[in-house]
Nanobody, 123 residues
Framework: QVQLQESGPGLVKPSQTLSLTCTVS??????????WAWVRQPPGKGLEWMGS???????YYSPSLKSRTSISRDTSKNQFTLQLNSVTPEDTAVYYC???????????????WGQGTQVTVSS
């Protein structure tokens, strides 16, 4: 039922800000008891939970990324966004948005996921 679609630039230069949008259809991002997450997968590595925003609008971040990460939402558009500041080539990854009943999720067998979007950090 619910579908999620990531969008944004596929190439970002080092030191710039990575900004992605997740567009949700078939369900509301304000529906009770769900968290809306950003997860990434660098090449050859596992999934890494970055952060989430709850149905109430509360945000939660991975400690390793908290200083550079911001998640926000636009309920009128049924979208939520990821901002990752000061990117480096190590931020190159496939970025996913997901819906989960947990705050943190790093297993695509859990919840609903978008198809992912490749973001490359390179000059």
């Amino acid at each position: 039922q619910v579908q999620l679609q990531e969008s944004g630039p596929g190439l970002v230069k080092p030191s710039q800000t990575l900004s992605l949008t997740c567009t949700v259809s078939g369900g509301s991002i304000t529906t009770n008891n769900y968290y809306w997450a950003w997860v990434r997968q660098p090449p050859g590595k596992g999934l890494e939970w970055m952060g989430s925003i709850s149905y109430r609008g509360s945000t939660y971040y991975s400690p390793s990324l908290k200083s550079r990460t911001s998640i926000s939402r636009d309920t009128s558009k049924n979208q939520f966004t990821l901002q990752l500041n000061s990117v480096t080539p190590e931020d190159t990854a496939v970025y996913y948005c997901a819906r989960s009943e947990r705050i943190a999720v790093a297993d695509n067998r859990e919840g609903s996921w978008g198809q992912g979007t490749q973001v490359t950090v390179s000059s």
